[in-house]
């Protein structure tokens, strides 16, 4: 059974900086990659970032770019988001996605989701 698992969303101010995780099992990790999407109240879901496992190909949305980085650890297959200069259009609940199996940024790559985990970041 394939399963993801986010955590380390919360509150942070502007400027500051959170980490995400991403724990995955039931496929094989190494050969897959995984991607980290956000959704905020009223909006649809969007492409932040996505990491292969196989080749180390990493992928940014023009939004984040510069300030989040995405990083893999395979021997304990999981995908981190680092976010830094955070900003208030950041909030959002963030989700873990995989395995892709299309393009890095549309929803329907992705068959399997974790749960999600807010990020709000205050004014």
């Known amino acids: 059974e394939v399963q993801l698992v986010e955590s380390g969303g919360g509150l942070v101010q502007a400027g500051g900086s959170l980490r995400l995780s991403c724990a995955a099992s039931g496929f094989t990790f190494d050969d897959y990659a995984i991607g980290w999407f956000r959704q905020a109240p009223g909006k649809e879901r969007e492409g932040v970032s996505c990491?292969?496992?196989?080749?180390?190909?990493?992928y940014y949305a023009d939004s984040v770019k510069g300030r989040f980085t995405i990083s893999s650890d395979n021997a304990k297959n999981t995908v981190y988001l680092q976010m830094n200069s955070l900003k208030p259009e950041d909030t959002a609940v963030y989700y873990c996605?995989?395995?892709?199996?299309?393009?890095?940024?549309?929803?329907?790559?992705?068959?399997?989701w974790g749960q999600g985990t807010q990020v709000t970041v205050s004014s």
């Open positions: 996605a995989g395995p892709r199996r299309g393009s890095w940024y549309s929803t329907e790559a992705y068959e399997y």
């Open positions: 990491i292969s496992n196989r080749d180390g190909s990493t």
